[in-house]
């Protein structure tokens, strides 16, 4: 005599299952979390005054720089930079959307998340189609402020008319996820 499964005990099947290979998928996809596209080296700079360089209508890597947010002209701005060692630096596309507390996580943790200097965001950017998105997608670093010693998030991107834009977020912001494809400036 054969037994026929209720149409309930498969669907309670088909869910463990479901469960079952979710939960592998997302230890893969933490894995995964980041994919490295390039290491960016910079020589060293003598002196790097953030005023200066990312001045409303001044030309960075072919594009005008077109916006300068708030909250990076009050903690980023005022930064006169002397001395910045050469340093390799690591660029990388998020494979998925993602906060900031698992992101700085992933990195080591606050301490060895942040890029140390200003200058070289500035670098990335000189580098025009180079490792930045060029495309509308952000570009972002962790840096620690100067005026209150937080984290923040330097973010950039070129915007429809194909000028930069440059600002910054506190972090861990709770509101905010930087998307898949987006590009992250770090450390190594």
Known sequence: MSVKPSVFALAILASVAFVTLGVGAARSAELKLLEPIAHASF??????VAADAFKLGRTIGGRTLSAVGW???THFLNIVETDVPAVALRVWTLQYTMGDASLIRRL?????????SIAHIHRLMEMGDGPSNTDGRSNFAYMRSTVDQRLWAVHWSVNFVNEWTIGAVYVPHQHIDWRAESRLLSPF
């Open 43 to 48: 020589d060293p700079t003598g002196r790097f």
């Open 108 to 116: 080591g943790g606050e301490a060895r998340a942040a890029v140390s």
């Open 71 to 73: 909250n990076f002209t």
